[in-house]
């Protein structure tokens, strides 16, 4: 099925953080409202046309800081070779590398180190999101920055006043195509266009809560929540994520209840 336009209408809605009241969120409700849901190992084409069970793990991962790569390499400490296919060469060679002014996850047969084929007894997937599972934790404790951010995406800004005041932006919103950077446009399949991927029966607002309460924190979560629900319950036809709007109009949806 065809990825809809980028450019699509959308609702925005902006408050002030009740945690920190010299920041505002700024969130794109037609994103958090719509039926996106990863379909990694249930449909998913991935990035790379040569290796769909990859999903969008072909490139690595980037981590953003220190403290993303100390809390990945705790959780990495505590992978062994019943769940994560590479350990042997992490072990040996390490599992990140520099590139440019960042780190980045090794890249192993054309995949992020941490990933695991269909064929691996311990089973497909990233190992680090296993893990997770395994231990009862969210991904988002184990899994880098990236990862268990997509397709959120989060960005600062500062907004200066007329009157000279100024405030913290802070924008949550989809990580469309675009913000891959310019390779984005060349990947073969990206999902969040993609009406296949807009099938679930939970918006994302209260599929992902836990990674965007990490991102906003509880309070101005509970906050976007009621705007969500009031978006959800007007139903502004035009406003509607266009690839939900096409899941819908083609009978898809699992579970779908209205």
């Known amino acids: 099925m065809t990825e809809t336009p980028l450019d ?34 249930q449909g998913c084409r991935g990035i790379d046309a040569t290796r769909p069970e990859a999903g ?22 505590r992978l ?9 060469v992490g072990t040996r060679e390490g599992w990140h590398v520099p590139e440019e002014d960042t780190t980045a996850t090794r890249v192993v047969d054309g995949a992020c180190i941490f990933l695991n084929d ?23 404790t184990t899994k880098p920055d990236v990862c268990w951010q997509l397709p959120v995406r989060r960005s600062y800004r500062e907004v200066e006043l007329p009157d000279g005041q100024a405030y913290l932006e802070v924008t949550v919103t989809e990580f469309d195509r675009r913000s891959w950077g310019p390779g984005g446009h060349d990947l073969d399949w990206y999902c969040t266009g993609s009406p296949d991927a807009h099938t679930a029966v939970e918006p994302v607002w209260r599929s992902l809560r836990a990674e965007l309460v990490e991102l906003l924190g509880a309070e101005a979560y509970a906050v976007l929540a009621r705007f969500c629900e009031e978006h959800e319950r007007r139903r502004l036809p035009l406003l509607v994520h266009p690839a939900t709007e096409a899941a819908r109009g083609t009978g898809g949806g699992r579970g779908r209840t209205d």
């Open 8 to 41: 699509a209408p959308r609702a925005w809605v902006e408050f002030v953080d009740p945690a920190e009241p010299a920041q505002r969120v700024r969130a794109d409700l037609t994103w958090l409202t719509s039926r996106w849901h990863c379909l990694f190992g």
């Open 56 to 77: 969008c793990c072909t490139l690595g991962a980037h981590l953003t800081d220190a403290d993303d790569l100390e809390r990945v390499g705790r959780a990495v400490d």
């Open 80 to 88: 062994d070779a019943s769940v994560w296919q590479q350990h042997a």
């Open 118 to 140: 269909p064929r691996f007894p311990g089973g497909a997937g990233c190992a680090l999101h296993a893990l997770a599972l395994a231990e009862g934790r969210e991904p988002l």
